[in-house]
């Protein structure tokens, strides 16, 4: 089973136990040999920071997920972790009123979606990007 470190900075009421149990349903139908995945609810302004840091964009963004599979150098990798997933609740909150669900719908979406990148799955073109939305709506029960 796979432990989720979970972390919220953004004062809001979400708890571990809110995503335990799609962690459960993705360890059923993935993959996951790692022991752990971080899960950090922030703000706007600290994704912005690690988005500028990381990706040279200064700018919020949703979702911003860190897989240690890609750490090439094998001493910096934890090969326990599956790695970080950051979510700005701000921006998840806008993007939850933009397509009229809840922000709890709109958050373990994106903790999914975080959580597939993490595994390797990307959106690129348009193949992976159905791939990967089916993937998601299948653990998150809306398939």
């Not at 059923?28 to 690690?50: A, M, R, S, Y």
């Not at 806008?94 to 390797?120: D, M, W």
């Amino acid at each position: 089973m796979i432990k989720l470190i979970f972390v919220n900075q953004a004062e809001v009421p979400f708890k571990e136990a809110d995503f335990t149990p799609l962690l459960k349903k993705a360890i059923t139908l993935l993959e996951i040999p790692e022991q752990e995945v971080e899960l950090v609810l922030i703000n706007n302004q600290e994704i912005q920071k690690i988005n500028q840091e990381t990706r040279g964009k200064d700018e919020p963004t949703d979702v911003l997920s860190f897989a240690n599979r890609e750490i090439e150098d094998k001493m910096m990798r934890d090969e326990h972790s599956l790695g970080q997933i950051f979510i700005s609740v701000e921006t998840a909150a806008k993007n939850a009123a933009e397509i009229e669900q809840s922000l709890e719908e709109e958050v373990k979406f994106l903790f999914i979606h975080g959580l597939l990148h993490c595994l390797g799955y990307d959106h690129q073109d348009s193949v992976g990007e159905e791939e990967m939305k089916k993937m998601a709506y299948q653990i998150l029960g809306r398939a």
